[in-house]
């Protein structure tokens, strides 16, 4: 089992930053065998895809909505996935939460992700 935990959100001016962060846990697994993906859903609206990284940390993914603003990495040693989040605007609004699938390949399909945590509010004022 794995535990997956987001921080980072808040509230924010447009064009300000943000870094997300994406805690993981287990009693039985390791980190470096996760692949982390990251979605946003906005109130009236459906889950979307934001962005993601392998396992192997060769491989990231990101939506064109927010690609050139933001960059994922990962700290195997800390056993966290950062999203970085610049230029953020007013339609950056959501509630992010971070999913975790063994040996993911940064796919962009919310199923394909085992683990679930329970979200981080970002707000983008204009």
């Known amino acids: 089992q794995v535990q997956v935990a987001e921080s980072g959100g808040g509230l924010v001016q447009a064009g300000g930053s943000l870094r997300l962060s994406c805690a993981a846990s287990?009693?039985?697994?390791?980190?470096?065998?996760?692949?982390v993906g990251w979605f946003r859903q906005a109130p009236g609206k459906e889950r979307e895809f934001v962005a993601a990284?392998?396992?192997?940390?060769?491989?990231?993914n990101y939506a064109d909505s927010v690609k050139g603003r933001s960059t994922i990495s990962r700290d195997n040693a800390k056993n966290t996935v950062y999203l970085q989040m610049n230029s953020l605007k007013p339609e950056d609004t959501a509630v992010y939460s971070c999913?975790?699938?063994?040996?993911?390949?940064?796919?962009?399909?919310?199923?394909?992700?085992?683990?679930w945590g329970q979200g981080t509010q970002v707000t983008v004022s204009s």
């Open positions: 287990g009693r039985t697994f390791s980190f470096q065998n996760i692949g």
């Open positions: 999913a975790a699938a063994r040996y993911g390949m940064g796919g962009s399909n919310w199923d394909s992700y085992e683990y």
């Open positions: 990284i392998s396992w192997t940390g060769t491989i990231t």
